[in-house]
């Protein structure tokens, strides 16, 4: 009987769900190997509280084959090698990769934290903000919940494409954009187009720990965090990075279920307050959940305030709730996929 009987289950749960649901063959080989593998489920177990032992585990040996550590394990990483991998399992160089830089990937699990950034959730965020614009008419004045880089809060200097079974039904942005996103439309719903133009009036976010993608190392981190056959998501990112640079937001390091309410506070009467968060909440205790839409529904007694999650799993639920006169009303929009591949739109 394993030791570590949460932990392998957690990595069987990964197997056979998250990484096939996700299109990572590569990490469903290697978790269900880990599940059984007494010495990497204890070095899985130095995570930080909170933290999926999964992600981190894997995160940490894909920095450090990203930050150039050689070891046969990487030819079976199709962002480091050929996109099609070598004959063999690769789950015994990876087990022989975590014991030989035992420390290095210990050090990583312990003082890390995953904090992706799936530019690509966009695909689901615009058309909630496009709702939002049109009821407000005005501009909005964007809080990221768990915003990590802040990269999603520039949704407006991205181009997206619509598909419908391979169709393009709906494009939007910017011809020149840096980044282009797609999403594929399933169900009978569509989303209706957003407005031509979308003025953001503030950008801001908050995370325990921000991250700042100046710092070449902390972009290495989230690169690392990204699943090695996701080619296109290492790309959006890396672009987005730089279209960063361009355009800044306000990263705040805080709780958000402490530090919210002095960040509403400050947005001006004639803009429209919009907090957001994708796949975030989980990280937020259920004391800290209920703060954060107590510090809403206190602030809505004021002004009318917009909340746009895509959250939960299997798959999550994109909703807008609008609080106003202290009590909040949610309106499911989609389910989509937890990196914005796909979005099944409520019919209207």
Not at 102 to 121: D, F, K, M, P
Not at 190 to 204: F, G, L, N, Q, Y
Request: proline share 8%; with cysteine.
């Amino acid at each position: 009987m394993s030791a570590y009987p949460d932990l392998s289950a957690a990595f069987e749960q990964f197997a056979r769900v998250e990484a096939p649901d996700l299109d990572s063959p590569t990490y469903a080989a290697l978790a269900a190997g880990v599940a059984g593998d007494g010495e990497l489920l204890a070095l899985a177990a130095g995570r930080q509280r909170g933290q999926p032992a999964p992600n981190m585990l894997f995160g940490a040996v894909q920095y450090l084959l990203l930050q150039g550590v050689e070891h046969a394990l990487a030819a079976h990483y199709p962002i480091l090698s050929d996109p099609e991998p070598p004959p063999g399992e690769a789950f015994p160089l990876f087990r022989a990769f975590c014991l030989e830089h035992r420390e290095r990937v210990a050090e990583l699990i312990t003082t890390r934290r995953t904090q992706t950034q799936v530019v690509r959730r966009c695909t689901c965020l615009l058309p909630a903000f496009g709702l939002v614009h049109r009821e407000a008419r005005a501009p909005l004045a964007l809080i990221d919940v768990g915003a990590s880089a802040g990269l999603n809060s520039n949704f407006d200097r991205y181009a997206y494409r619509y598909l419908r079974d391979g169709s393009e039904v709906l494009r939007w942005g910017r011809e020149a954009a840096r980044v282009e996103l797609e999403a594929d439309l399933r169900g009978p719903g569509t989303p209706s187009a957003p407005p031509r133009e979308i003025p953001v009036a503030s950008r801001d976010g908050i995370d325990l720990n921000p991250i700042d993608l100046g710092d070449a190392d902390e972009l290495l981190w989230l690169r690392a965090l990204i699943w090695p056959e996701h080619v296109e998501r290492h790309a959006q990112l890396v672009d987005a990075a730089a279209e960063l640079k361009d355009s800044p937001i306000r990263l705040h390091r805080g709780d958000a279920s402490r530090d919210l309410p002095h960040l509403v506070e400050r947005v001006p009467a004639e803009v429209a307050l919009v907090v957001y968060s994708t796949i975030a909440m989980y990280q937020v205790p259920r004391e800290g959940r209920r703060r954060i839409t107590e510090a809403l529904e206190v602030r809505s007694r004021e002004r009318p305030v917009w909340r746009v999650a895509l959250e939960g799993v299997h798959p999550p639920c994109l909703t807008l709730t609008r609080y106003r006169d202290g009590a909040g009303e949610t309106e499911l929009l989609a389910r989509a996929s937890p990196h914005g591949w796909w979005i099944e739109w409520r019919n209207p």
